[in-house]
């Protein structure tokens, strides 16, 4: 158990909808990373949170979005859904902004959109 | 950018194999490495890193060197077992000039098979 937390564990939803996923990162953390595994792109880097303030981007869609609350747990906003975004999400979290660190992978949620 | 590439596999092995899985990495900066495992249903796992040149990760029998000049962090164990079956994942992260830094860069993974 990595202590990272992520509901809900699997999702499924139509295409067009909107979904959100939620990620608890470990205690202390107060960076929080979105990663997206599917099996033709492989694990992609999404977006990085770094105490409430976005740090760094990476192939994230203009239709999703994230942010980090003052409690440091992290919603990643998926909208306009395709039948390309089924996927598995991952959160990682790491203590500080990453380099060196060690990012601790949460389990994923499961995205499947019909 | 930043890419790391690694054999896909499958690799099937016999139980106490030698194992060897490559990684080669550009990188725009000086990255840290890192070989993360993903078993089967579950999220991943740190395996080892290293954080500058000549620096040997290890974890559980498992090491790699970080070799600058041939731009490389091979993966090896010298006896496997059929519980290391899994997919290893080779990444890179670069720090940013006064702070922070770009998520992980993965290579495809390569799936590993360890048969008894």
């Known amino acids: 158990d990595s202590g990272v937390t992520q509901t809900p564990k699997h999702l499924i939803t139509a295409t067009g909808q909107r979904v959100t996923l939620r990620c608890s990162p470990r205690s202390g953390d107060l960076s929080v990373y979105w990663y997206q595994q599917s099996l033709d792109q492989g694990l992609q880097f999404l977006i990085q949170y770094y105490n409430g303030e976005e740090r760094a981007k990476g192939n994230i869609l203009e239709r999703f979005s994230a942010q980090q609350f003052p409690d440091l747990h992290s919603e990643l906003n998926l909208s306009s859904l395709e039948l390309g975004d089924s996927a598995l999400y991952f959160c990682?979290?790491?203590?500080?902004?990453?380099?060196?660190?060690?990012?601790?992978f949460g389990p994923g949620t499961r995205l499947t959109v019909l | 950018g930043n890419s790391v590439t690694q054999m896909e596999g499958p690799v099937t092995l016999s139980e106490e194999a030698f194992l060897t899985i490559n990684c080669t990495y550009t990188a725009t900066g000086y990255p840290s490495l890192f070989w993360y495992v993903q078993y089967p249903g579950e999220g991943l796992q740190l395996l080892l890193k290293a954080t500058k040149a000549d620096d040997k990760g290890s974890n559980k029998g498992f090491e790699a060197t970080y070799r600058k000049e041939t731009t490389s962090f091979h993966l090896e164990k010298g006896s496997v077992q059929v519980s290391d079956s899994a997919v290893y994942f080779c990444a890179l992260s670069v720090a940013f000039t006064g702070g922070g830094a770009d998520g992980l860069t993965f290579g495809k993974g390569t799936h590993l098979i360890i048969q008894p």
């Open positions: 990682a979290s790491s203590e500080e902004q990453g380099g060196t660190d060690t990012q601790y």
